[in-house]
């Protein structure tokens, strides 16, 4: 059993719809990512929050805005995605401060998001 | 920035025969490796990491090997299971860094 909850697992949504996906880590970490998984593709790190403060966009477009209220809760909101957007959104968190820089990021089982 | 290859894209071998996962990086300053796992349906899941310092992991059936100074670093997996088909992914990243960089991915298929 992940750690890292993530709601919806699937999602369908037009182009012009607005949604949002919901990632929640019980891991006590203070770091949180949001992923983009394509097929035959890297994952792309798309955004980083440490202890609620973005501390990395990836030059993703401004049709997705990610929000964390605390370090527990990440959200990214979605607004009048194109095709290519359809991918699997993976979250992610970590332990970080002091000597945990390079502490393993552990995953959510992602939502597989659907662009008609 | 980090760019991290992995070869092979597809492998197939016969159970318990063992399978080998190679990752080459282009940062000198990466220190940290870990390998993930990722299963149907699901997100990835580390099963091993290595850090700069030590040139071999080992963990039962699974082991990291890393040569810093050709910059590359491999998954070695014996006695292979059928539950262990899945796809596997390297990365890399340096201290204090929190973006890891990923390989493309390769998919192990264990032949009963």
């Known amino acids: 059993e992940t750690g890292v909850t993530q709601t919806p697992r699937h999602l369908v949504m037009g182009m012009t719809n607005k949604k949002s996906l919901k990632c929640e880590q019980h891991?006590?970490?203070?770091?949180m990512y949001w992923y983009k998984q394509s097929a035959k593709k890297p994952l792309e790190l798309m955004f980083v929050y440490n202890f609620k403060e973005q501390t990395e966009n990836n030059s993703v477009p401004s049709r997705f805005s990610p929000e964390c209220p605390n370090s527990s809760h990440l959200f990214l909101h979605l607004h009048t995605l194109q095709p290519e957007d359809s991918a699997l959104y993976l979250c992610?968190?970590?332990?970080?401060?002091?000597?945990?820089?390079?502490?393993?990021?552990?995953f959510g089982d992602g939502t597989r998001l659907s662009i008609l | 920035g980090e760019n991290v290859e992995q070869h092979p894209s597809t492998l197939s071998v016969q159970e318990g025969d063992s399978a080998v996962i190679k990752c080459t990086y282009s940062?000198?300053?990466?220190?940290?490796f870990p390998w993930y796992k990722q299963e149907l349906g699901k997100g990835p899941q580390l099963i091993i990491d290595?850090?700069?310092?030590?040139g071999e992991k080992k963990d039962q059936r699974i082991a990291v090997t890393l040569n810093k100074t050709a910059k590359h670093f491999s998954l070695h997996i014996t006695e292979t299971q059928p539950e262990d088909s899945a796809v596997y992914f390297c990365a890399a990243s340096h201290f204090g860094n929190e973006k890891l960089t990923f390989g493309t991915g390769t998919r192990l298929t264990i032949i009963p």
């Open positions: 940062d000198s300053a990466s220190n940290y």
């Open positions: 992610a968190s970590s332990p970080r401060g002091g000597k945990k820089y390079d502490q393993p990021q552990h």
């Open positions: 891991l006590g970490h203070n770091a």
């Open positions: 290595i850090r700069s310092n030590v």
